[in-house]
Structures are given as structure tokens and as C-alpha cells.
């Protein structure tokens, strides 16, 4: 779950938790309801993992407020999708 949410700070943590007996590689983007990428990654998983978001898009500009959605999938498997709000 993204914290805090609604997302006011400059920072927007993100945690999410995959329990697996080996390590995942997952990857992780956060999107507009319009479906713009506006940040991505991937991660190692094993247990619970931290992802943290400056707010800002992939050319360092600084997001509007509004709904945006984390997601999290797995060579292309959806996992997570979370809602964040971002309110300044």
C-alpha cells in the first residue's frame, strides 16, 4: 500500500509484499487513468519490498495532482494494481 495516501509529501512509498520460497524479479510502473507511464522499474522481491516515488515523471517533472495507479506484474502477469492519490 502506498503511504501516505492521498500522497502529499515529496515522496510516495510504496509497499507491497510477495511471499515466494526464491527471490522474483517483478517490474513496477505507475500510470495516469489515461494509462501514460509516468514512472517504471523493476525489483528483486523475496518478502516485503519498499518502492519509492519522487512524484515525478520519467523527464523529472513534477506530477499534477489526481489518481494514478501503481502496478506491479510479473514477467507480464499482472500482480498488483494500487490507487494512489496525490493531493499537494
Known sequence: M?????AYDAQTLIHFDLTSP????VDW?????????VAQG???VMGTKTVSWNQRDRKGSLM????YYFLLSET????RR???LLLR
Open 29 to 37: 510502473k505507475i500510470v495516469t487513468v489515461a494509462n501514460r507511464l
Open 42 to 44: 523493476t525489483v528483486v
Open 64 to 67: 499534477a495532482d489526481g489518481l
Open 82 to 84: 494500487v490507487k494512489i
Open 22 to 25: 526464491c527471490p522474483k524479479t
Open 76 to 79: 507480464g502477469q499482472p500482480l
Open 2 to 6: 502506498p503511504y501516505p495516501n492521498p
